[in-house]
């Protein structure tokens, strides 16, 4: 295929040039030259890349494409689909890795030639990595010939970040173009149930390595809970979607996990995984699933004698107690399965005998209730059941470990998607597993009200059944109890009195300002300030939009490698002025030394003045007018986006500026302490009623 067909939207026009969409209908409608439609439809048009390439250059809104940009754009405008055309890349990117040699050979002819000898190199490639059975087919030299251009951008790309890179850039902008077509499992939750499907102990706790050996994931959906298995000699995958199966086990190919120096087998295979198991004979150390959810089609007619029905037939309706009963028996005797549940599996009816079951006889070690917004359905605190196969002559054991993170201040992070402190949750669900799940403990596990406790197995065999963990841990002592009630108390008092002294003065009334204006658009032409769009992609804690708007302090995690991010991270340095892009209002922020260093997150802009021409005190409180955000604001059909470009500053002498941005920084020390007093006094009524009803307060 030549590069001229490749076709690109207006979403990929916004991206190539780093504005909006409506900036791009905006040129169409301006601009009689702008490129024509080649394809699409009315609502959705599509364009010549190549055309739309030229067009923003003549009009200097292009340097250059980046590379990986361009490889995106010809991927997504492949005419047989973005999917089979990242199934081709990352063939491609294989051979790549495990033969340089051969693929240099290869690609220095002509594009028909390269399309007629790659499938032979590409099935040795393949054979290698997947043996038999594989679920990557071999392409065919006519469906390789539309890719090859593709196929050569894409090695480019990887001799500039690596194949992995590569594979995982494109793979995560696919994941990202179609969020309603993938069940994701976050790299955070991945993580967190490979740690508890092998706990991570003493010196391998520090080197972060783990020590599971053959591991499956029946339901491998993207491969994350398979990528997040740290040092495997086998790993085994079940995907009912072709594609993404064929997509996973390239993503795991071109993982780098293995055992020392050598790489894992890998064996991913298709098909419904409950009606049609591909390896009936594997008892494995380890298995991770993340399963699909309330499904009543999963085979409960046909499966009613299976062998794996082990504690009991499950409902019609209990298709998720038919995962956790296919993942035990697949594991050998003390092997560990951990598997993601919604909370009703935990308390429906239909499902308690299995339940009880399971109890009974050890299979169930441990309950962990998540925060809402852990993996979709985000609106929900799901579960994780961590489950051990039973060995012959081991007796049953007698607790489970319920562990509650669903409040925020269990993990001690703020909850929500996007908002989740992952290693915050993470070290409260490993620090009450670890010492439970300790070899030969004797001792009880310390109870954390609130959080975890070790319960005896009898007191949950009652008719219910119940494992939902809020219904069997002790509630956390009001506010602290009494004496901490009392600390809020005075810290409150403290911040009234403080408020009151930061409270303006009166105002004084003048005339309306007859002042010469600009806008931050010229600012930055001029050179008096530097305007960036946060991309979240950094080592460190990330400012994001919640935190802007909350005047809180950056909570947010650095995005998963996978995630499809442009440029470098943009650390934050005192003086810097942040806006939000996305309903934010009358708002910036101005980073003080306690949030330098922190990554900007997406959906902020940051505008970083020139000290020696704009004071930021000055620039931030005058982009909070209300007029001035209100002529800045665009409305889409959800959403108010805000074009900082947009926003005026009045043209005054450094000094003015310096008066001015003294009153701005008054009233945010007056703001923030009206915010702190909030949030003391909810404390402390909160507090009042749980300890008055729970008997920790007494009345007066």
Same mark, same amino acid.
């Given at each position: ?461 009652? !008719? /219910?059944?119940?494992?939902?963990? =809020? %219904?069997?841990? #002790? *509630? @956390? +002592?009001?506010? $602290?109890?009494? &004496? ?8 409150? !008092? /403290?911040?009234?009195?403080?408020? =009151? %002294?930061?409270? #303006? *003065? @009166? +105002?004084?009334? $003048?005339?309306? &300002? ?22 979240? +992609?950094?080592? $460190? ?160």
């Amino acid at each position: 295929m030549p590069d001229d067909s490749t076709e690109v939207t207006a979403a990929g026009i916004a991206r190539l040039a780093g504005v909006g969409r409506a900036a791009v209908s905006n040129w169409r409608r301006r601009h009689a030259d702008f490129p024509k439609p080649v394809g699409g439809t009315e609502a959705s048009p599509s364009f010549a890349l190549p055309e739309v390439e030229q067009w923003l250059r003549d009009q200097g809104k292009l340097a250059e494409v980046p590379l990986r940009e361009r490889v995106w754009q010809q991927l997504a405008g492949h005419p047989d689909g973005t999917v089979t055309a990242l199934i081709h890349a990352g063939c491609a990117l294989l051979l790549v890795r495990d033969r340089p040699t051969a693929w240099l050979e290869i690609t220095a002819v002509s594009d028909s030639r390269m399309a007629g000898v790659l499938p032979a190199a590409l099935d040795h490639v393949l054979d290698d990595c997947f043996g038999p059975g594989r679920a990557v087919p071999t392409p065919t030299a006519s469906a390789l010939l539309p890719s090859v251009p593709l196929l050569r951008a894409a090695a480019e790309l990887a001799a500039d970040t690596g194949a992995r890179q590569a594979f995982d850039f494109l793979f995560g902008r696919q994941l990202d173009a179609n969020p309603r077509q993938y069940t994701l499992t976050p790299p955070g939750l991945a993580e967190l149930m490979a740690d508890l499907a092998e706990p991570v102990r003493d010196a391998a706790r520090k080197s972060g390595r783990r020590s599971s050996r053959t591991v499956l994931d029946p339901a491998a959906g993207t491969g994350a809970l398979l990528c997040a298995v740290g040092s495997p000699t086998a790993l085994y995958a079940q995907e009912a979607d072709p594609d993404l199966a064929a997509l996973t086990a390239l993503r795991l190919a071109l993982h780098p996990t293995g055992s020392g120096t050598g790489r894992p087998a890998l064996a991913v295979r298709t098909g419904d995984t409950l009606r049609a198991d591909a390896f009936p004979e594997l008892t494995a150390d380890a298995v991770l699933c993340h399963p699909p959810f309330n499904e009543r089609n999963w085979g409960h007619d046909e499966l009613a004698y299976d062998p794996r029905w082990e504690y009991g037939f499950p409902a019609r309706t209990e298709s998720e107690l038919a995962w956790v009963q296919h993942a035990l028996a697949h594991l050998r005797e003390g092997g560990t399965a951990v598997v993601l549940m919604p909370p009703a599996a935990a308390s429906r009816r239909s499902g308690r005998r299995i339940r009880a079951d399971l109890l009974r006889r050890g299979a169930l070690r441990a309950v962990v209730a998540l925060p809402a917004g852990a993996a979709p359905p985000y609106g929900i605190p799901l579960h994780i059941w961590v489950l051990r196969r039973p060995g012959a002559e081991q007796p049953p054991a007698p607790e489970l470990l319920l562990v509650d993170t669903a409040e925020p201040e269990a993990a001690g992070a703020p909850s929500g998607r996007d908002r989740l402190d992952w290693p915050a949750v993470r070290r409260a669900v490993l620090d009450a597993w670890v010492p439970f799940d300790a070899p030969g403990r004797r001792e009880p596990v310390e109870e954390r009200p609130g959080t975890s406790r070790a319960v005896p197995v009898i007191e949950l065999l009652d !008719d /219910d059944v119940d494992l939902a963990p =809020a %219904r069997h841990l #002790p *509630p @956390p +002592a009001a506010g $602290g109890g009494a &004496a901490e009630l009392v600390r809020v108390r005075e810290r409150l !008092d /403290d911040t009234l009195k403080l408020t =009151a %002294r930061l409270i #303006p *003065p @009166p +105002a004084l009334s $003048g005339e309306p &300002a007859r002042r010469p204006f600009t806008t931050v658009g010229e600012l930055a032409r001029a050179g008096a300030l530097h305007l960036r769009t946060g991309n979240g +992609a950094g080592t $460190g804690p990330v400012l994001t939009e919640h935190d802007v708007l909350a005047g809180a302090a950056p909570s947010g995690t650095p995005l998963p490698p996978t995630a499809s991010t442009d440029g470098e991270p943009l650390l934050l340095e005192p003086g810097d002025v942040i806006v939000p892009v996305l309903g934010g209002g009358s708002v910036a922020r101005v980073v003080d030394d306690a949030t330098a260093g922190a990554v900007l997150g997406r959906n902020l802009q940051l505008l970083r003045p020139d000290p020696a021409a704009l004071d930021p005190w000055f620039l931030a409180g005058f982009l909070r007018g209300t007029a001035n955000n209100r002529q800045a604001s665009s409305y889409a059909s959800t959403a108010t986006r805000l074009d900082a470009r947009r926003l005026q500053v009045p043209r005054l002498p450094l000094s003015e500026q310096r008066r001015y941005g003294e009153q701005f920084s008054a009233l945010a020390a007056f703001e923030e302490a009206l915010r702190a007093a909030g949030r003391l006094g909810g404390q402390l009524v909160r507090g009042m009623y749980d300890g008055l009803t729970d008997g920790t307060v007494a009345p007066e």
